[in-house]
């Protein structure tokens, strides 16, 4: 697997590397070891999650657990595509407040990790879309939180502006103040 550490610290765009013959192809899609050997992460799955989303320009987003419930996620796109976002709130970080997004599709099988301190949100591309996620940590209630998807001190550009379909908490989730 390739791993290309982004201008966020401990955010990395991972890609498989595929072995191909007549039959399709087959490539490793996750390992602990090679993670920690080429990144110094030591990530551990305790759960994974499956986001369906039926219509284009679906966002869901900015989420993020508070400490000491912060959490590391690598998503995946299985069918459709997305535009997958990283955003950092780690407040001692050189890149507080900035984010990060990247095409993640079913045919591009490209992976974001989201480092703990940093919210993740997207939009689907495309009509039925799935996502994978692999989570370091339990999803906890009273540790949910998230960022306005349309923060405009943050300004993330998702590329679909009109039709959007949205959950009423992420649309009222409070705006970030520095």
Request: charge should be negative; proline fraction near 3%.
């Amino acid at each position: 697997m390739k791993y290309t550490e982004l201008d966020i610290k401990g955010a990395y765009l991972i890609e498989i590397e595929p072995h191909e013959d007549n039959r399709g192809f087959f490539a490793r899609g996750f390992c602990k070891k090679e993670l920690k050997e080429k990144t110094g992460i030591d990530f551990e799955v305790c759960q994974s999650n499956v986001s369906y989303n039926i219509k284009k320009g679906t966002i869901r987003g900015m989420h993020y657990q508070i400490h000491p419930y912060e959490e590391m996620k690598i998503v995946s796109c299985v069918k459709g595509a997305i535009f997958d976002v990283v955003l950092d709130l780690r407040k001692d970080s050189d890149t507080y407040l900035k984010w990060q997004g990247f095409e993640l599709t079913e045919d591009n099988y490209k992976m974001l990790l989201i480092p703990e301190g940093c919210a993740h949100g997207f939009q689907s591309l495309k009509d039925d879309t799935v996502l994978n996620y692999k989570v370091s940590q339990y999803f906890t209630p009273n540790a949910d939180s998230g960022v306005r998807y349309n923060d405009p001190l943050i300004n993330v550009d998702f590329p679909i502006k009109e039709n959007i379909t949205i959950s009423e908490k992420d649309k009222n989730h409070k705006d970030w103040v520095r």
